[in-house]
C-alpha cells in the first residue's frame, strides 16, 4: 500500500469513528437538555443527516469536481463547535414553542452529520471495486467510536469529550489533506490545535443548561440561591447534586436539611441528613418511604433495595433496624455520590452495594429476603413530558415480579411504590403484573394478598405470598395513624409533601371505596372478570412482561386528545418523520437522474431497502434482551454495538477478499442470517439463562461469540449489492447508500413501535422474513 492510500484509509478510519461516536454523545446532551423520548430524535436525525449526504451526491452535477473529503471533516468539526453552542442559546419549552425548538435544534445537529455523511457516500462510490473492505473499515470504526464514546465520557466530561471529536475531524481532515493543496493543510493544523486547546477551556464554551421543563432547569423559582454541588456526566446520565440553604424538611418539629440527585437533570431524589438522628427520626415511619417495614413489623433479617437514588430506601431499612440490607443500582455514578454524601455506608458491616441491574441481582442471588424494596418515587418529573414511554424496563414485568416472589422469605413482603397520576395507570398497571406473577406462582386468589397506600401523589403497593391477616393489618392502620405528621410538612424541591396529607388506605381485603379504579379492579380479579377490565380501561394497563417491557408506555389510541396523547404519540410522530424522509431521500434523485439511469432498477431498490430495514430489526432486540442476562444497559449496548459492528466489518472484509464471484455468498448469508437470529428468539435466552451462575464474564462471552457469528452474515449482503450494482451503475452507488441508510432510520423507531405491540420475539421474526425477501 501506498503512502497516499495509507493516509486515505487512516482518515476515513477516524472519520467514520467520529460518526458513531459523536451520535451517542449528541444523543446524551439531548436527554439531559429535554426529555429521553425527544433525544431519541437524534438518532434518526444523524441517520437522516447521513443519508441526505447521499442524496446530494447523486443528484450534484457530474461535470464538477467534488471538493476533497478533507474539507468536508472540517465544515463538520466546525459544525459542531458552533452548532451546540447556538443549542445553548435556545430554550426548550412547551407548545408551538417548543416544535420551533425542535426544528432549531434539528438543523443544529443535522449539519454536522450531514458533512460526514459526504465523505461516507463518496469513499463507498469511489471504491465501489473494494465495497467489503470500506465497509469493514466502516463498521469496525464505528463499534470502535460507539466505544470509546461510552467510556471516555465519565472522565472527560461531555465538552472536553465534544472538543476531542472536533479533534479527531481535525486529523482526519488532515489526512485527507496530503493528496490536497497547502490551504487544506494549514487550516487543517489550525483547527487542530485550536481543538486541542479547546481541551483547557471547553467548559466554558458548550454549557449545556437543562430546559425549564424539566426540574433542574426549573430550580430556580424554587430556590433562587440553589448551588450544584456535585455534577458529572454518565454514559446512563448526567448526575447533578444540588442544594439551598432553604432545602430543609419540615415535620412535627423535626427540621431535616437535604439534597437533591438528579440524573439528567431529572428523576430527583433526596439525600437526607439523618446521620445524626438516623434511629429517633418520624421522617421515615410518617412518609412513604417507611410502610413496607412499618406493616412488616419487626427488624428484618435481610433486606433488599433496587435502585438506590439518594440512598433514602437503604435509610429506611437501617432506620427500622435491618440486620442485613443489600443496595443495588445501576448508575456508578451515583455510587460516587453517596460515597461523597454518605462515606458511612459503605463502611457500615450491615449495608452491601453492589453496581448493576437489580433484575440481574435477583436473578442470580440464592438469598431469601424479608422485604424487596422497589420504589419508583423518582419517576415523578419524567413523566410530566411521557419520557418514559419507550423506555424497556426489566424491573416491572411479570417474570421480574416472579422473582421476587421467590426470593421472599416467609411472611416476607414485596414493597413498590410509583408516583400515580388520575385516573391510575402506573400503580395499576403494577398491580395486574404482580396478579399474573402471583397466579403463575400458583397464587389462586392474588386479590387477599394486597394493600395499596397512599401520601399524596405516591401509591405503595405492599405484597406477600399469603393473604393478609386481617390482624397484622389492623396493627399496621394503627401504626401508620401514630406516625402520620401532625404538622404541614415542606418539601419544596420533590413538591410531595408541600402540605398535610396523611397516609390512608387505598386498598385493602375488604377495604377502600368502591368507585375508587384500584377497588373496582380487584374485585374483578376476585370474580375472574379482570382480563375484560383490563381491555375497556381508559390506559393500557396490560402487564408487562420480558417479550414487552414497555411499562410506562399506557397510551391508547383512543384516549382523547391532550399533553399525554401527543408524549404518548411522539413515537408514531418520529416514525412518519422518518419514513417522511425515507420516501425523499429514495424518490428525490428520481428526478435529477435520467430515465435511462433508473431502468430495470426497482429489484435493487427494494434490496438495499429492505437489508436496512432488516439490519435494524435484528439489532435493538439483542440490545433490548441482553440488557436482562448482562445486568446493565451500558454492557449491553456496547456489546451488541462494537461487536455486531466488528463481526460485520469481518463479514464484509471476507466477501472483498474471497467471496466477490461467489454467486452463492449472498444466500449462504441471508440463510445464516434467518436461521441465527430465529435461535436467538428461543435457544439464546436458554443459553443465557444458564450461564448466569458462571458470573459476568461467561455470560458476556457467550453472548458476544453468538452476536459475532450473526454480525458477520449481516456484514455480508450490502457490500455484496454494492459490488453487483458498480458493475453497471456505479454512478448511482450513493443513492443506494441513502437508500439503505433511510431504511435504517424507519427500522430503528419501527422496531420499538412493533415491540410495544407485539413483543421480541415478532420483530426478529419479521427481520428473518425481511432479509429473505430481499
Known amino acids: 500500500m501506498n503512502r497516499s492510500k495509507a493516509w486515505f484509509w487512516a482518515g476515513f478510519f477516524l472519520l467514520s469513528l467520529s460518526v458513531l461516536y459523536l451520535e451517542v454523545l449528541v444523543t446524551r446532551i439531548f436527554s439531559y437538555i429535554i426529555w429521553h423520548n425527544l433525544a431519541y430524535m437524534v438518532i434518526s436525525l444523524t441517520m437522516l443527516g447521513i443519508g441526505a449526504g447521499g442524496v446530494w451526491d447523486s443528484i450534484r452535477a457530474k461535470n464538477r469536481k467534488p471538493l476533497n473529503n478533507g474539507w468536508h471533516a472540517l465544515f463538520a468539526a466546525m459544525a459542531i463547535f458552533l452548532g451546540l453552542k447556538l443549542l445553548d442559546r435556545i430554550e426548550f419549552k412547551l407548545g408551538i414553542a ?206 433488599l433495595v433496587i435502585a438506590l437514588g439518594g440512598g433514602s430506601d437503604v435509610l429506611t ?35 452491601r452495594l453492589f453496581k448493576g441491574d437489580g433484575r440481574n441481582y435477583v436473578e442470580r442471588s440464592r438469598e431469601k429476603y424479608d422485604i424487596i424494596t422497589v420504589n419508583g418515587v423518582d419517576t415523578i418529573s419524567a413523566l410530566e413530558w411521557g419520557a418514559y414511554i419507550q423506555a424497556e424496563n426489566y424491573i416491572h414485568t411479570v417474570e421480574a415480579y416472579q422473582q421476587y416472589l421467590k426470593h421472599l422469605s416467609p411472611g416476607g413482603v414485596v414493597y413498590i411504590a410509583q408516583y400515580e397520576l388520575y385516573p391510575p395507570q402506573f400503580m395499576l398497571r403494577a398491580c395486574t403484573i404482580m396478579v399474573e406473577a402471583m397466579r403463575r406462582e400458583g397464587i389462586s386468589h392474588p386479590e387477599r394478598n394486597f394493600i395499596l397506600v397512599q401520601q399524596a401523589q405516591i401509591v405503595a403497593m405492599i405484597a406477600q405470598r399469603d393473604p393478609i391477616d386481617p390482624s397484622r393489618l389492623q396493627e399496621y392502620i394503627r401504626q401508620m395513624e401514630e406516625s402520620n405528621f401532625k404538622q404541614p410538612s415542606l418539601y419544596a424541591a420533590l413538591s410531595i409533601f408541600n402540605k398535610k396529607v396523611p397516609m390512608g388506605i387505598r386498598y385493602a381485603p375488604g377495604m377502600g371505596k368502591p368507585e375508587d379504579p384500584f377497588v373496582k379492579y380487584f374485585a374483578a380479579v376476585a370474580d375472574g372478570s379482570d382480563q375484560a377490565f383490563i381491555n375497556n380501561y381508559s390506559f393500557n394497563i396490560s402487564p408487562a412482561t420480558d417479550e414487552r417491557p414497555f411499562f410506562y408506555y399506557v397510551y391508547r389510541a383512543r384516549l382523547s386528545r391532550s399533553m399525554d396523547k401527543i408524549a404518548g404519540n411522539l413515537v408514531w410522530f418520529q416514525l412518519m418523520e422518518s419514513a417522511f424522509f425515507a420516501g425523499l431521500f429514495i424518490l428525490l434523485p428520481l428526478y435529477a437522474l435520467r430515465r435511462k439511469d433508473v431502468q430495470g432498477l426497482k429489484g435493487k431498490i427494494w434490496f438495499f431497502f429492505l437489508i436496512g430495514l432488516g439490519y435494524m430489526l435484528i439489532e435493538i432486540p439483542f440490545i433490548q434482551h441482553f440488557v436482562l442476562y448482562l445486568g446493565h444497559p451500558v454492557y449491553s449496548l456496547v456489546l451488541v454495538l462494537v461487536v455486531l459492528l466488528a463481526g460485520s466489518g469481518l463479514g464484509a472484509w471476507i466477501f472483498n477478499a474471497w467471496l466477490k464471484q461467489k454467486n452463492w455468498a449472498l444466500w449462504a448469508a441471508v440463510i445464516t442470517i434467518i436461521i441465527w437470529s430465529l435461535l436467538g428468539l428461543e435457544l439464546m435466552p436458554w443459553l443465557l439463562s444458564k450461564a448466569l451462575p458462571a458470573g459476568l464474564a461467561g455470560t458476556i462471552c457467550l453472548a458476544g461469540a453468538f452476536t459475532f457469528i450473526l454480525g458477520v452474515a449481516m456484514g455480508i449482503p450490502f457490500p455484496a449489492g454494492i459490488n453487483a450494482l458498480s458493475k453497471s451503475r456505479d454512478n448511482l452507488v450513493p443513492w443506494a447508500w441513502a437508500i439503505n441508510i433511510s431504511a435504517s432510520v424507519v427500522s430503528s423507531i419501527l422496531a420499538v413501535i412493533l415491540a410495544m405491540s407485539f413483543g421480541f420475539a415478532v420483530v426478529s421474526a419479521l427481520a428473518a422474513a425481511i432479509y429473505l425477501l430481499a
Not at 493543510?185 to 481543538?195: G, R, T, V, Y
Not at 427500622?320 to 463502611?347: C, I
Open 317 to 351: 431499612a437501617l432506620h427500622f433496624q435491618a440486620r442485613h440490607v443489600s443496595g443495588v443500582e445501576v448508575n456508578g455514578t451515583t455510587f460516587k455520590v453517596l460515597k461523597k454524601y454518605k462515606p458511612w455506608l459503605f463502611k457500615d458491616p450491615k449495608l
Open 98 to 303: 417548543g416544535w420551533v425548538y425542535m426544528l432549531c435544534s434539528s438543523l443544529l445537529v443535522f449539519l454536522p452529520f450531514f458533512f460526514l455523511g459526504l465523505v461516507l457516500v463518496r469513499v463507498f462510490s469511489d471504491q465501489a471495486k473494494e465495497i467489503g473492505k470500506a465497509y469493514a473499515v466502516n463498521l469496525i470504526a464505528s463499534g470502535a467510536g460507539a466505544l470509546a464514546a461510552l467510556f471516555m465520557l465519565a472522565p472527560l466530561g461531555m465538552p472536553k469529550a465534544l472538543f476531542i471529536a472536533c479533534l479527531s475531524l481535525g486529523i482526519a481532515g488532515l489526512l485527507f489533506s496530503m493528496t490536497a493543496g497547502r490551504t487544506l493543510k494549514l487550516l487543517a493544523i489550525c483547527w487542530i490545535i485550536f481543538s486541542a486547546s479547546g481541551l483547557s477551556w471547553g467548559d466554558h464554551w458548550f454549557l449545556l443548561k437543562a430546559s425549564p421543563t424539566k426540574p433542574l432547569g426549573r430550580l430556580e423559582s424554587v430556590w433562587p440561591d440553589y448551588n450544584i454541588d456535585y455534577s458529572r456526566w454518565d454514559p446512563i446520565g448526567k448526575i447533578d447534586v444540588i442544594s439551598s440553604p432553604e432545602s430543609l424538611i419540615k415535620i412535627d418539629g423535626e427540621s431535616l436539611a437535604y439534597s437533591i440527585i438528579t440524573n439528567d437533570a431529572a428523576a430527583e431524589s433526596p439525600i437526607i441528613d439523618v446521620d445524626a438522628t438516623l434511629e429517633n427520626t418520624r421522617f421515615f415511619r410518617g412518609s412513604i418511604y417507611g410502610q413496607g417495614l412499618l406493616y412488616y413489623g419487626k427488624p428484618p433479617e435481610n433486606a
